[in-house]
């Protein structure tokens, strides 16, 4: 074979490989009912062999227009199929992006309204800005997946909103209150949005009521309302993404870190625990052993760092905006009916020759992209304010504009540079690209408020007092005092689950999941064909370098399991130190990692200033084997509900390597 060559359509020459035909023809058969032996799949393929070997090369379509040829001979139905597969493929390709199917599934199922071409669909989402457009069909700038979905579409009077994010007020202690909170999130629920409340102020079990019970069932019992509430709540085949959170103060706390212990309860809800620091001193060392604990077998609680929430933000001195909780995956602290519009740069378009020791940033592009990204979130803002699903999330935004402005593919970013993720130079590079992206994006906030004028909270004296306020640049604060910003708040990190696998890159601050994946293709009457798909990045540095076996890449290409835990908490510092929302990251571990070290790594965070940390260990109770009367079964909350393949946990949220699915990821 290696000597046998086929032309691809952008002009790259590889090598011949007969495997490919064989899964095509396969794919081809699935769903037609027409079976096709393994004796004609090899035939037809040694027939295309041979044809290759007498004129030395081949185009793929020449190779298709063959394999169309021998199975309108052998199989006409499966002819069909895969001519029907090779229009659908042209159309596609007709995109501008070289999707793979898995991407332009995601664009299709996800993204696509109906039959629209994809300028439409550029010319949709960008509101026709001309500028944003050009970020997206160059794929270096996407809004969050509420956005793509649902932007333009108000006047078929579609109730669906562009905020990802929402938290809602605490539930007081009264029984219309946490009932309340349910209605409000099931409304929020049925447009679109994910939701985040905490539980902190309902009196422990078994503390006296004024009614017929005589004493409360606690905070943990009103749990299962709202997961149920979460579970019911369609959202076009999206389960509804919750967090809840409580203090570490609160009595009830053990039975809430450990709420989730039975893997069949609370499947639809995230839980963390906040503190201000009180969970590191010394009296307090069993609860965060049992968190440490809780973690090590389910994957949860995860840790907010409340103080360190609360106090680095422009308005942190505000007496009318007081934080209540995160959203479902934690990159977005909140006031009561407050939310978020997201959208990520994406690092990866921005390494000038890439995979050469002449690679270099473009810095200067990337601020142009992040000016205009900006100005592309506050005109999502201003179209998204009459879409939220309550009259109180309307007033928020409309008072604090908060946006979020986040990235993706830097782990690309890392290995187009041929730097380490983790090591000192990622530290460098991440410690650059965090001041530009927030002394750029507040930048834009003022030159906005001069033309249309600040968000009506904004207060200069207030905001003037916060220590987010008091690290920036002399320049910005001047500008700020002078013009206030249109934003209260501009940058954020979200898990980018699905927007970042469209376009092939890795999602927000994660370092790569894996090199590889194993793709199997369902056949009929014979194996199932199983093969290798490498992540886009490394196939092109594998291209570049002439490299042909995963074992022979760079030490720069690390994976998320190969890099010590501790050096990603150092990543997420430096962003935090520039980021005024907060970002989505999980630190995963191998499955031999004792608690101990969990609770190292919480406490680890706390000193390096995040606001919030999520672990998760490879193979723990909610991912792996349970026995359960004698009987093998798997954690249903971790099996991909379109799909059925097992799923990932990356950026605080379930996402699923084989289609795409994410339960939080916007």
């Known amino acids: 074979y290696m000597n046998l060559k086929v032309v691809k359509r952008d002009g790259r020459v590889v090598d011949y490989d007969g495997r490919r035909i064989k899964r095509a023809i396969t794919k081809a058969a699935v769903g037609t009912g027409e079976e096709l032996s393994p004796a004609v799949i090899s035939e037809i393929e040694e027939y295309i062999f041979k044809v290759c070997s007498d004129r030395g090369q081949m185009t793929v379509e020449e190779i298709q227009d063959h394999v169309e040829l021998l199975l309108m001979r ?30 332009a599934d995601i664009y299709e199922n996800k993204y696509r309204y109906r039959d629209e071409s994809f300028k439409e669909f550029l010319n949709r989402v960008s509101g026709n800005n001309l500028e944003v457009r050009k970020l997206i069909e160059r794929q270096r700038f996407l809004f969050a997946g509420r956005i793509l979905a649902g932007r333009g579409l108000s006047h078929l009077g579609r109730n669906v909103t562009l905020s990802n994010c929402y938290v809602l007020p605490q539930p007081e202690d009264n029984i219309e209150s946490i009932f309340d909170t349910a209605k409000h999130m099931a409304r929020t629920y049925s447009y679109g949005g994910g939701v985040g409340t905490d539980l902190s102020l309902l009196r422990p079990n078994g503390y006296p009521v004024n009614n017929a019970s005589k004493t409360t069932t606690g905070p943990v019992s009103f749990m299962t309302l709202y997961d149920t509430t979460t579970k019911i709540i369609g959202q076009n085949n999206r389960r509804g993404a919750l967090m809840l959170s409580m203090h570490v103060t609160h009595p009830d706390i053990l039975e809430f870190i450990h709420s989730k212990d039975n893997i069949n309860n609370l499947t639809s809800t995230n839980i963390s625990v906040r503190t201000n620091g009180e969970l590191f001193e010394k009296e307090n060392e069993h609860i965060l052993k049992e968190i440490a604990l809780s973690n090590w077998r389910t994957g949860e609680p995860g840790v907010l760092y409340w103080d360190r929430v609360e106090s680095w933000h422009l308005l942190s001195e505000h007496p009318e905006y007081k934080l209540t909780a995160t959203n479902p995956c934690g990159e977005q602290p909140l006031p009561p009916f407050g939310s978020c519009l997201l959208g990520s740069i994406n690092l990866s378009e921005y390494v000038i020759k890439p995979y050469t020791d002449e690679s270099k940033i473009d810095i ?30 309307r007033d928020m935004a409309e008072q604090y504009r908060q946006i979020g402005l986040g990235i993706m593919g830097l782990a690309d970013l890392f290995i187009k540079l041929g730097v380490t993720y983790g090591s000192e130079e990622s530290l460098s590079i991440s410690d650059t690209l965090g001041k530009l992206f927030r002394d750029t994006a507040i930048e834009q906030s003022i ?12 207060n200069a004296e207030i905001v003037s007092r916060s220590p987010y306020f008091k690290s920036l640049p002399q320049k910005l604060q001047d500008d700020i005092l ?25 999602g927000g601050i994660e370092p790569i999941f894996a090199n590889s994946y194993t793709r199997t293709v369902k056949s009929l009457g014979q194996e199932d064909i199983t093969y290798k798909v490498y992540t886009k990045t490394i196939k092109e540095l594998m291209d570049v370098k002439g490299i042909k076996r995963e ?4 030490e720069y290409c690390v994976t998320a399991h190969e890099i010590n835990p501790f050096d990603r ?18 630190i995963n571990l191998p499955e031999e990692t004792p608690p101990e070290v969990i609770a190292d790594l919480y406490k680890y965070g706390y000193e390096k200033k995040l606001k919030g940390l999520t672990v998760f260990r490879d193979n723990c109770f909610r991912t792996g084997i349970l026995n359960t009367d004698k009987k093998e079964t798997k954690q249903k909350d971790f099996t991909c509900p379109e799909c059925g393949e097992d799923l990932n946990m990356t950026e605080g949220c379930n996402e699923c390597p084989s289609c795409g699915w994410g339960q939080c990821s916007i």
Not at 364 to 384: F, M, P, Q, S
Not at 447 to 458: H, N, R, W
């Open 364 to 393: 200067e592009k990337l601020r142009e992209d992040i000016k205009t990204a900006v100005i592309g979130l506050n005109e999502v803002l201003e179209e998204g304010i009459p879409l939220h699903p309550l009259q109180q999330q």
């Open 74 to 103: 052998y199989a006409p139905k499966v002819a069909k199929s895969y001519i029907l597969y090779r229009e659908e493929r042209a159309a596609k390709r007709e995109i501008g992006w070289e999707l793979t199917e898995l991407q």
């Open 551 to 554: 074992e022979d890449l760079p």
């Open 482 to 506: 002078k013009y206030g910003m249109r934003n209260s708040h501009v940058l954020s990190i979200a898990p980018t689950g699905s927007i970042s696998t469209m376009i092939g890159v890795s």
């Open 447 to 458: 030159e906005l408020a001069k033309e249309y004028g600040p968000y009506p909270k904004f």
């Open 569 to 586: 908490v150092k990543v997420q510092s430096i962003w935090q130190k520039y980021v005024d929302g907060a970002i989505s990251s999980t």
